[in-house]
């Protein structure tokens, strides 16, 4: 069975650009959700979808952070404009049902932004 | 708010040793806790995961426990291995996942 996908794995940009994001989830799996994990800390929920609508984006920074599930499967995460706090790994997860109790989440090898 | 502490930060053992990593947290109000792995440029890797009503899961050389009213869980590493060198996250789901920070493992061959 295939993994998350994501890409691209590195990327490397100026403050005030702008940068993209993709996640492909597991076959079939109904949830996903964008982690953003800051050098030395553990994972932060940005947003979770549940098919294609959104269960929870209260930690997504809207002013600047944007994502959407097409036809709920893939997903993309934009960043415009970008700051320096910025530089992060960016995880994509996906789950077989709706993010419930007992509903394990699978991880992708995530994405490394480095803001200059 | 629910805070999710890990002890400690970073833990070097030379191989063989039995280990042991701490977890606590602020809010007992959880279904269950997981253990995660995760190597170097990778993602996270699910170990264990306890429901709320469950007091301990055993996968292997790895034994979790849970004690919710203390808002505490250990992860517990029998005869630690070079492999096992990784950082290790506990992270609650109490409607979502909330992570610690991670306790850094580095076993000495």
């Known amino acids: 069975e295939a993994g998350v996908a994501q890409s691209p794995r590195y990327k490397i940009i100026e403050k005030r650009q702008s940068v993209a994001f993709w996640c492909n989830p597991i076959s079939g799996h109904a949830t996903l959700y964008w982690y953003q994990q800051i050098l030395g800390q553990g994972p932060k929920l940005l947003i979770q979808f549940q098919n294609n609508g959104v269960v929870d984006d209260s930690q997504l920074p809207k002013d600047r952070f944007s994502a959407e599930r097409l036809k709920g499967v893939d997903s993309t995460l934009k960043i415009q404009p970008a700051k320096l706090e910025d530089s992060a790994v960016y995880l994509c997860?996906?789950?077989?049902?709706?993010?419930?109790?007992?509903?394990?989440?699978?991880f992708g090898p995530g994405t490394r932004l480095t803001v200059l | 708010k629910q805070e999710v502490t890990q002890i400690p930060a970073a833990l070097s053992v030379p191989e063989g040793e039995n280990l042991v990593l701490n977890c606590s947290f602020t809010d007992s109000a959880i279904y269950n806790l997981q253990w995660f792995r995760q190597d170097p440029g990778k993602g996270l890797t699910s170990l264990l995961l306890i429901q709320s009503s469950q007091r301990e899961q055993t996968s292997g050389r790895l034994n979790a426990s849970l004690d919710k009213s203390s808002g505490r869980s250990t992860l517990y590493i029998a005869a630690s291995q070079p492999g096992d060198s990784a950082t290790y996250l506990c992270a609650v789901n109490g409607g979502k996942l909330i992570f610690g920070q991670g306790t850094e493992l580095s076993v000495k061959p």
């Open positions: 997860a996906s789950s077989l049902g709706s993010g419930a109790q007992s509903d394990t989440q699978y």
